[in-house]
């Protein structure tokens, strides 16, 4: 069997302290409705050989969030192994988005199981803006590295643009 592969968009906005907040979303469903640590994830999905992974994610991000992916530099992120084998690979895009606009993509599955009966749910039941460090508990765990990398990346450009502006 070939290996998964799924790619997504991390938001993330700067705030007025001179911070970072990434967007992220409460994975939708009856086996994530009544969790929070670890139940969150980067919008994101899979894709297939015919696709780009940057495509995918772009394609991924408004069939999730029911929103176009905002424009803006992406910064690559990398990619990471998540428990359940799947790779994922990563851009951030730094943009402001409204989370009460969002309109999640649907998905179908029998529910209760073996009940015969199919009900469609929200492939993401809500989004929110966190800080880093609120967000890595919630997020499955496979992804919080993304936010290390988010964080270095940006401390690099930071410190690069420092020692540009000294005497």
């Given at each position: 069997m070939p290996d998964?592969?799924?790619?997504g968009l991390l938001l993330f906005?700067?705030?007025?302290?001179?911070g970072i907040e990434v967007l992220i979303g409460h994975m939708g469903g009856p086996f994530w409705s009544s969790k929070d640590?670890?139940?969150w994830s980067i919008?994101?999905?899979?894709?297939?050989?015919?696709?780009?992974?940057?495509?995918?994610?772009?394609?991924?991000?408004?069939?999730?969030?029911?929103?176009?992916?905002?424009?803006?530099?992406?910064?690559?992120?990398g990619e990471a192994r998540q428990a359940n084998g799947k790779t994922v690979t990563v851009w951030a895009?730094?943009?402001?988005?409204?989370?009460?606009?969002?309109?999640?993509g649907t998905f179908t599955?029998?529910?209760?199981?073996g009940s015969g009966v199919m009900r469609e749910f929200p492939e993401i039941?809500?989004?929110g803006w966190f800080t880093p460090v609120a967000a890595a508990p919630l997020l499955v765990s496979g992804q919080r590295v993304f936010l290390d990398r988010?964080?270095?990346?940006?401390?690099?450009?930071?410190?690069?643009?420092?020692?540009?502006?000294?005497?």
């Open positions: 998964k592969r799924s790619a906005r700067r705030t007025a302290d001179g640590v670890s139940a919008p994101k999905g899979e894709y297939g050989h015919g696709e780009t992974p940057e495509a995918a994610a772009r394609r991924e991000f408004e069939e999730e969030l029911g929103l176009p992916a905002p424009d803006g530099e992406p910064i690559a992120l895009v730094e943009a402001d988005l409204d989370p009460t606009r969002i309109v999640p599955m029998e529910w209760p199981r039941d809500r989004v988010l964080a270095s990346h940006l401390e690099g450009r930071e410190e690069a643009r420092s020692r540009l502006s000294d005497p």
